[in-house]
Antibody, heavy 120, light 107 residues
Framework: QGHLVESGGGLVKPGGSLRLSCAASGFVFSDHYMSWLRQVPGKGLEWLSYISTSATTRQAADSVKGRFIISRDNSENSLYLEMNSLSVEDTAVYYC?????????????WGPGTKVTVSS | SYVLTQPPSVSVAPGKTASITCGGPNIGRNSVHWYRQRPGQAPVLVMFDDSDRPSGIPERISGSKSGNTATLTISRVEAGDEADYYCQVWHGLSDQVFGGGTKLTVL
């Protein structure tokens, strides 16, 4: 079925940077698109970015475009999210998710999430 | 921007049927996916492409769509179904949209 575990969250000051990691196991990582999403505590879900199997295609939501960069290392079964110019509005739980579908993407496997707090 | 509208809350007695709606313009043209999120846990995909169930999701959970509204139906509701439910549509190359979520309360 598969397993995803995020890491790298924590407390960071406004304007700072953070790199999140996501370790995948139990499925062929290189066969799947992957995504990052987030959820402000008590609020709804927000998709942030996805990356294709060979990293040739990446898309990002307008809210993070130019600040957040998604990447992957298929040899390490790992997904990453480089987050720059962080603001308090970026405080949330960040999830990585396996991404399925062709015309319409869905997220069929999620990690437990890692919490990012942006505060001075 | 594209907006999906869900009722904030739905309440249902055990053993009854719960229907959670998701409305949006031209939703008929897009595949709708549904997620269940129990308190303190990550979301779980419970329905994709309007009415397809991932493996492990019971048959009493079903999805449908008519006009501008998609519906997630949970039959024979159990206490374990109490959770937040989110619909999601892929609307454009860089625009995934989630509904605001519906809190399902089992009375």
């Amino acid at each position: 079925q598969g397993h995803l575990v995020e890491s790298g969250g924590g407390l960071v000051k406004p304007g700072g940077s953070l790199r999140l990691s996501c370790a995948a196991s139990g499925f062929v990582f290189s066969d799947h698109y992957m995504s990052w999403l987030r959820q402000v505590p008590g609020k709804g879900l927000e998709w942030l970015s996805y990356i294709s199997t060979s990293a040739t295609t990446r898309q990002a939501a307008d809210s993070v475009k130019g600040r957040f960069i998604i990447s992957r290392d298929n040899s390490e079964n790992s997904l990453y999210l480089e987050m720059n110019s962080l603001s308090v509005e970026d405080t949330a739980v960040y999830y990585c998710a396996r991404t399925i579908g062709t015309d319409s993407l869905a997220f069929d496997l999620w990690g437990p999430g890692t919490k990012v707090t942006v505060s001075s | 921007s594209y907006v999906l509208t869900q009722p904030p809350s739905v309440s249902v007695a055990p053993g009854k049927t719960a229907s959670i709606t998701c409305g949006g313009p031209n939703i008929g043209r897009n595949s709708v996916h549904w997620y269940r999120q129990r308190p303190g846990q990550a979301p779980v995909l419970v329905m994709f492409d309007d009415s397809d169930r991932p493996s492990g999701i019971p048959e009493r959970i079903s999805g449908s769509k008519s006009g501008n509204t998609a519906t997630l139906t949970i039959s024979r509701v159990e206490a374990g179904d109490e959770a937040d439910y989110y619909c999601q549509v892929w609307h454009g190359l860089s625009d995934q949209v989630f509904g605001g979520g519906t809190k399902l309360t089992v009375l």
